[in-house]
């Protein structure tokens, strides 16, 4: 079985929405981390560095012999509990649990340049803060030792939590983008049979349809000759024939539209031309008010009367005689109002009015098959423009079919060129 277009990029959809749920809660899972770690990092340097500048003020007189210094280094660990490493001489001093380590390199040449310095190193699987500085009053470097083993350790525990938040984000998302899947799937299905009792039910009617449309037409040609008890009958019958002709062929055509197996075929035309002939071959001229400019466009003269004649027919069923259609063009668009003085449309009504067989009232009954605004909106969509309503209640109501424009460049003599013209055919022109 054919897979619809729709159903696949619905399940893309469906699919992109669990990877974009894991993606974010990754992205929120590490950016918490690293601002943890970062602000974790910085508080111990703060009190690493206090305490490093405190025990520089203590070595303001330092002796000179080694088991002096020895001493002495040893009571910054006896007494703080600090792990200290002097250099002196040329010679090293270290307390008793200072890591047996060389100093680096980077940080020695910065403090022998009279700075206070620090440097993160591992000993043994265990991370340090190593902060040194120039003793005062000497050339001698002493250099504090702060263990960031639980600093470390925390944040080890933090990332495993993290990662394991993330990975029930993800497999929650998964479950929930399976099952829309799953849902959008039925749901696909069912617009599909939807779609396709449509297209069945349409084409299934025609056959019989045209026998009854023909006899329907005869019957209308000797309406005058039939009893007068049997007249009105008659003509109730040739309008519900008419009615059913137009609902199929209106079934019809949102079938196709549904399908996307519709084409466009653009050519000049003069869409002030276009509405004055719909409203002339309707019937509708001594109904209707005419306020229009010529407007030059390209696109497809079919579907641009199908909008026009059920915008129109739509006004004048509802809105009473009062209508009044204006064309023109706005900046980058053209544009047809159908206006009507009618009883307008309440407001809750309204986002409505392009649904399929709505109705406002539904005990309303008229002689549309209740797509002709459907259809006029899927047709402007299909040109690239849209048709919208307004409405007050007791004022009446608005249609504009809008378009962007695509205008055929005029000919010598100011005619719409055709595709047959000198010059390699009509060129289109933006806005």
Known sequence: MHRPPALGRRRRLALRFAFVAGLAAGVLAAGSYFLVWEGRLRDSLARAEAQARFGLRQ???????????????????????????????????????????????DLRTLVSGGRLGYERVGVGGVAYL???????????????????????????????????????????????????????????????????????????????LSGLVAEASALADHLDRLPSEARRPAELLVADVARLRRLVEDLMEISRLDARSEEVLAEPVDLAAL??????????????????????????????????????????????????????????????????????????????????FYKADPSRTGRGSGLGLAIARENARLLGGDVNASSEVGAGTTFALRLIVTEPLPGRDGSVSSPSDDGGGAGEAGP
């Open 275 to 356: 509405v004055s002939a719909v409203i002339r071959n309707r019937g509708w001229e001594g109904r209707v008010t005419l306020l229009v400019d010529p407007v030059p466009i390209a696109s497809d003269r079919r579907r641009l009367e199908r909008i026009v004649s059920n915008l129109v027919e739509n006004a004048v069923e509802h809105g009473g005689r009062e209508v009044i259609v204006r064309v023109g063009r706005d900046g980058a668009e053209v544009f047809v109002e159908v206006a009507d003085r009618g009883p307008g449309i309440p407001l809750e009504h309204l986002p409505h009015v392009f649904d399929r």
């Open 130 to 208: 190593i902060v040194g500085g120039p003793a005062p009053g000497s050339d001698q470097q002493l250099y504090f030792f702060f263990s960031e083993a639980g600093i470390a350790r925390d944040l080890a525990q933090l990332r495993n939590v993290l990662l394991l938040g993330w990975a029930a984000v993800v497999a929650v998302a998964f479950v929930f983008g399976r099952g829309a899947e799953l849902r959008i799937a039925a749901l696909s299905a069912a617009e599909a049979r939807e779609r396709r009792f449509t297209s069945d039910v349409a084409h299934e009617l025609r056959t019989p």
């Open 59 to 105: 070595a303001v007189e330092l002796p000179t012999k080694p088991p002096e210094l020895r001493a002495f280094v040893r009571t910054y660990e006896e007494e703080r509990g600090l792990r200290v490493v002097l250099l002196a001489g040329g010679r090293t001093f270290g307390s008793v649990r200072s890591p047996s380590i060389e100093i680096p390199g």
